[in-house]
């Protein structure tokens, strides 16, 4: 299976697990970024891979992580819903606050596309 830079899976017939994910870093905690992977654990390293930058570079963590049933599809979904959310139109960094990230949860978890939560922040949870 093919995959590009950002892990992004190029063929969504594959039966590897997809995952929509929403990460953030810790120098711009009023942004986060929605993303897709079948690899989540890679991509995290991949954002934190500090390999030629300087040290004060920022840590990126998960704020959620869920597996779905077509990642390209929900993402494409979350785009068209929180468009108006997206910090620059061509990206897929969102503003971000407590009560934003409990809509884009709650969002991905009520989509018929969503399978189970991988991840959730925990002081996300239950809210």
């Known amino acids: 299976m093919a995959k590009n830079k950002t892990n992004k899976v190029k063929s969504s017939s594959n039966k590897a697990k997809q995952y929509v994910y929403i990460v953030q870093a810790s120098d711009a905690l009023s942004f986060c970024k929605i993303g897709i992977t079948d ?6 390293k991949t954002y934190n891979n500090t390999t030629g930058k300087p040290k004060n570079i920022s840590i990126f963590q998960y704020l959620f992580v869920c597996e ?4 390209k599809k929900l993402e494409d979904e ?3 819903n929180f468009r ?10 969102y503003f971000c606050n407590k009560d934003l990230i409990k809509s884009y949860v709650n969002f991905i978890k009520q ?4 399978v189970k939560e991988v991840y959730i922040k925990s002081e996300e949870k239950n809210k």
């Open 39 to 44: 690899d989540y654990q890679e991509r995290l």
């Open 84 to 93: 108006h959310l997206r910090e620059i139109p061509t990206k897929e960094v």
């Open 111 to 114: 989509n018929p596309l969503f």
């Open 78 to 80: 979350i785009k068209k």
């Open 68 to 71: 779905t049933k077509n990642m």
